[in-house]
């Protein structure tokens, strides 16, 4: 039988995205129909967004040519049924067969597809499906024109997994990108959240729980070569440090600190401060002479 993470696990782990496409592939040939994960996900993309939508706002769908578009396209179908006014553009003319469906049956439904001009102006947010994870070319021509004015309008703009433009791995701007107001991140944390190249352009960040399994994230991620975010959850988990009831200063380890200089205290005082909250039974400070009065934490 096969488990998913535990949230509080899940939450931490990051994946690049190489190794995020090797667990969907697993996935996928373990039977999981690409067209059901695509659901599935956009579905919770949906409940999400219901909660941050006021019910006579025109939401703007952008559609990328990949599956980042197609969840996107699901959304809008779900919104529509929800009865929320929605529009869509589409920048590029060919679409992936998975997400071509998914135009096919939105125009069925009757929502509307906009110009460039109109579909800003119209409306009041928009969700970014343009591009997912995996991105390596710079966005030029056109296509960064419009993504300028998108951000100009000064709109709210949800993305899908990471604002396009930003590269997965390194949070860098390849050449455009969307300046998300909040950005939902699909399964596995992405490296680029934790890039301060990213800060500007991510905003609010949350993970999309979709139940990764157990054994398909193990099989891709080896347990040595793993990164997980340090959240204040996992800082605190181990503090204060055990102490035994027949126990003094001396017996529960003597920590030395070497740090501070004369023009920056910081550090010293941070690390001091932490270090007494560990719990750890005997704190020494290197520091300049300067500082020692800076320094008394007790």
């Known amino acids: 039988m096969t488990i998913s993470r535990p949230p509080e696990i899940v939450d931490r782990i990051v994946a690049r995205s190489a190794q995020m496409r090797a667990i969907e592939e697993r996935m996928f040939a373990a039977g999981m129909p690409v067209a059901a994960l695509m659901e599935k996900v956009a579905g919770l993309l949906a409940r999400q967004i219901f909660d941050r939508l006021e019910r006579s706002a025109i939401v703007g769908v952008i559609v990328g040519p990949g599956h980042n578009g197609g969840d996107a396209l699901v959304i809008a179908r779900e919104l529509h049924h929800q009865g929320y006014p929605v529009r869509i553009w589409q920048p590029f003319p060919r679409l992936k067969e998975l997400t071509q469906a998914h135009a096919n049956y939105d125009r069925h439904l009757g929502i509307p597809w906009l110009d ?45 997994d990471l604002p396009s433009g930003i590269h997965t791995e390194t949070g860098a701007v390849l050449g455009k990108a969307i300046k998300a107001t909040h950005t939902f991140c699909l399964g596995l944390w992405k490296p680029a959240f934790l890039q301060d190249s990213a800060i500007d352009y991510i905003g609010t960040a949350e993970l999309i729980d979709f139940d990764i399994p157990l054994e398909d994230i193990d099989s891709v991620l080896a347990e040595s070569e793993r990164c997980y975010r340090i959240t204040r959850e996992s800082a605190i988990a181990a503090l204060p440090l055990p102490r035994p009831l027949l126990s003094h200063k001396y017996t529960n380890g003597h920590l030395l600190l070497v740090c501070g200089s004369q023009q920056y205290a910081g550090s010293a005082i941070l690390t001091g401060l932490g270090a007494r909250a560990s719990g750890v039974g005997m704190l020494s400070i290197a520091s300049p002479e300067s500082l020692k009065y800076l320094l008394d934490i007790s």
């Open 116 to 160: 460039f001009s109109s579909f800003v102006s119209e409306c009041a947010l928009f969700i970014d499906g343009l591009f997912g994870f995996g991105l390596e070319r710079e966005i030029s021509g056109d296509t960064a024109d419009r993504i300028w004015e998108i951000n100009a309008s000064g709109k709210p703009i949800f993305s899908i």
